[in-house]
């Protein structure tokens, strides 16, 4: 079974960056890609970004149009650590920030990571 652990959120004033993790405890050898999901109160996880396994352009990597320019996604080649670099951050980023597989059935969710942007 594979547990997902999140860490590197925080509170931020706008414009600020962060930089979150994201570890496997084992292999996520089922999944191609795996992506960064943002969940708001009473919302479904919302998915911010992909990177797929391998070594993969970033014209083939998703980012939701918003993030777009500000967040880069970066992985290990087994994607077992996969990291969000998230510069310019504005209030609307804020939000529970979960990584889990973006193809085919999801892991069990992790803690996810607060990321608050307010100044």
């Known amino acids: 079974q594979v547990k997902l652990v999140e860490s590197g959120g925080g509170l931020v004033p706008p414009g600020g960056s962060l930089r979150l993790s994201c570890v496997a405890s084992s292999a996520v050898l089922r999944t191609t890609t795996m992506g960064w999901f943002r969940q708001l109160p009473g919302k479904d996880h919302e998915l911010i970004a992909t990177?797929?396994?391998?070594?993969?352009?970033?014209?083939?990597?998703y980012f939701k149009d918003s993030v777009k320019g500000r967040f880069r996604m970066s992985a290990n080649g087994q994607l077992t650590t996969v990291y969000l670099q998230m510069d310019g951050l504005k209030p609307e980023d804020t939000g529970r920030y979960y990584c889990?597989?973006?193809?085919?059935?999801?892991?069990?969710w992790g803690p996810g990571t607060q990321v608050t942007v307010s100044s």
């Open positions: 990177r797929s396994r391998g070594a993969t352009p970033v014209a083939y990597m």
């Open positions: 889990n597989s973006a193809s085919g059935p999801h892991f069990d």
